[in-house]
């Protein structure tokens, strides 16, 4: 059924063409040169309650079945604010020549705002990107270390609603409630008479909102490094706290049994290490020769990053070890990794865009009380990134968002929508195991456990959860209760 007023969108034709033009960076121009991928714009409401007004597009990226073909199978890879083209681009390398890439057509797109779609929410230029991350301002919890917090949270929010084409317009109809809108008209445009999706991390927030708007429209879904959908902000942001200070256990220990552990060989004694590192960095940032230095920030938004993958742990180590030289191009290369920031100084969108959806997904959390002892449980559960310093309750730039949030948390009504498929990994250090049961239950779904510690696992080469994976997409079989992989 096509909700009023759309049927102009739902029934429009997808013009599929070269990949190359919806490049926005030298890495994705690289991934996108393949021939064996094709693009198109699908056209949506910028405000889905006034159809017939402006209109914005959505950048969508596909790789071809290879074999019997079932249909479509659309992919988000997270953020809120990464590109799903430029993550099927890779994934399709992978998947071509298994069952679940000659079965179905790997379908991307990027969400509205976001990279190949057009207008893309912009609020700092590079240049102020970098002067951004070189100040350190968080790591100043004194009142006026807060009171100048509080200044570049506003600055920043109004800078989103001027630089942003519609302005207030396109941040109030950026959430995942108008996400998942796209997505129907996108699934519609495919020739799909119900949806096969597969979510990564916030991904699976958009698939289980899509399920309680659309849930006669589900087919299928994988839901991987799940958002627990009934915790708000504080909370989710303290457990993902708690899913950074295990993983840091876990490196510690990997790392203690290195002769070249930058951190010594015991483990026990590695957050004393680590904080002995890098918080000199506050007060001494480390110049770079590119001109940049290395703050505390960076050097601890570095390591964050390479706990998202044991891939990254000998880099890590890499990195901590040059910085007892007095280096920090390694620790530097992985926050840039972060911020999607490339050699020749752009920064992709993805940090404005991840700001300005979560700010309209849930509510702001002015109660300076409330964020005052979230950063004090904060660094309980993850004390290698204690600063050392007084915590300071400032506001982020939710607080001065121009317009209203469009979501809350609340556990979905997915009545009628058929059984899903939800993977959570045991030591997923962004998004806690937990959240993965508690998002099962909630949508009275499978799930199943990967015994690991990294973030999301599904087509990522362990062959136990690939398969079942791809025998409940392609054929509907849910795995037993219970089931737990490992990498053996």
């Given amino acids: 059924m096509v909700p009023a007023g759309l049927d102009r969108f739902y029934a429009q034709p997808l013009t599929w063409g070269d990949c190359a033009p919806y490049a926005t960076s030298a890495d994705i121009r690289s991934a996108f040169g393949r021939k064996d991928l094709q693009c198109a714009r699908l056209t949506v409401p910028l405000d889905y309650s006034k159809p017939g007004g402006d209109t914005i597009t959505i950048g969508v990226l596909r790789h071809k079945a290879t074999g019997n073909r079932v249909g479509s199978l659309v992919l988000n890879p997270g953020?809120?604010?990464?590109?799903?083209?430029?993550?099927?681009?890779?994934?399709?390398?992978?998947?071509?020549?298994?069952?679940?890439?000659?079965r179905f057509d790997l379908v991307g797109f990027d969400p509205r705002g976001i990279g190949a779609s057009e207008p893309d929410v912009t609020c700092l230029t590079d240049a102020e990107r970098d002067e951004q991350r070189a100040e350190d301002l968080e790591a100043d919890g004194s009142p006026a270390g807060v009171a100048r917090q509080d200044a570049e949270s506003k600055e920043f929010a109004d800078k989103c609603a001027e630089r942003t084409k519609f302005g207030t317009a396109m941040l109030a109809n950026l959430g995942t409630r108008d996400v998942v809108k796209d997505m129907d008209v996108l699934r519609s445009a495919l020739g799909e008479e119900?949806?096969?999706?597969?979510?990564?991390?916030?991904?699976?927030?958009?698939?289980?909102?899509?399920?309680?708007?659309?849930?006669?429209?589900?087919?299928?879904?994988?839901?991987?490094?799940?958002?627990?959908?009934?915790?708000?902000?504080?909370?989710?942001?303290v457990a993902q706290g708690q899913g950074f200070g295990v993983a840091f256990n876990d490196f510690a220990k990997w790392c203690a049994a290195r002769r070249d552990c930058a951190l010594g060989t015991?483990?026990?004694?590695?957050?004393?290490?680590?904080?002995?590192?890098?918080?000199?960095?506050?007060?001494?940032?480390?110049?770079?020769r590119d001109g940049r230095v290395l703050s505390y920030d960076d050097a601890t938004l570095g390591a964050?990053?390479?706990?998202?993958?044991?891939?990254?742990?000998?880099?890590?180590?890499?990195?901590?070890?040059?910085?007892?030289?007095?280096?920090?191009?390694?620790?530097?290369?992985?926050?840039?990794q972060y911020n999607e920031r490339d050699s020749s100084g752009r920064y992709a969108t993805t940090q404005d865009a991840f700001t300005a959806i979560r700010c309209v997904d849930d509510p702001p959390v002015t109660d300076r009380a409330e964020i005052l002892e979230a950063e004090n449980r904060y660094d309980q559960v993850a004390p290698f990134l204690d600063d050392g310093r007084p915590n300071g309750a400032a506001l982020d730039p939710c607080a001065y968002w121009?317009?209203?949030?469009?979501?809350?948390?609340?556990?979905?009504?997915?009545?009628?929508?058929?059984?899903?498929?939800?993977?959570?990994?045991?030591?997923?250090?962004?998004?806690?195991?937990?959240?993965?049961?508690?998002?099962?239950?909630?949508?009275k779904g499978a799930l199943l456990t990967f015994e690991g510690t990294q973030h999301t696992v599904f087509l990522q080469g362990v062959s136990c959860v690939d398969d079942i994976g791809s025998d409940y997409l392609?054929?509907?079989?849910?795995?037993?209760?219970?089931?737990?992989?490992?990498?053996?």
């Fill in 79 to 102: 953020g809120p604010g990464a590109s799903g083209m430029y993550a099927a681009a890779g994934l399709s390398q992978q998947v071509a020549n298994t069952d679940l890439g000659k």
């Fill in 194 to 237: 119900k949806l096969t999706y597969l979510g990564y991390s916030y991904g699976t927030r958009i698939g289980y909102t899509y399920a309680e708007t659309f849930p006669r429209n589900v087919r299928a879904m994988v839901l991987d490094g799940a958002l627990d959908p009934s915790q708000d902000e504080v909370e989710s942001l």
């Fill in 266 to 288: 015991n483990p026990a004694a590695a957050t004393q290490a680590f904080q002995n590192l890098v918080r000199p960095l506050i007060d001494n940032p480390v110049r770079l």
């Fill in 304 to 336: 964050i990053q390479a706990l998202y993958s044991q891939q990254l742990w000998t880099p890590l180590n890499s990195g901590l070890n040059e910085l007892k030289s007095g280096q920090g191009t390694t620790l530097m290369a992985l926050a840039d």
């Fill in 402 to 443: 121009p317009v209203p949030n469009t979501s809350q948390p609340h556990e979905p009504n997915v009545a009628g929508v058929p059984p899903v498929l939800v993977i959570s990994t045991t030591n997923d250090p962004a998004t806690p195991y937990q959240a993965g049961v508690n998002l099962a239950k909630a949508m």
């Fill in 474 to 488: 392609i054929n509907g079989t849910l795995p037993a209760e219970g089931t737990r992989c490992t990498s053996q």
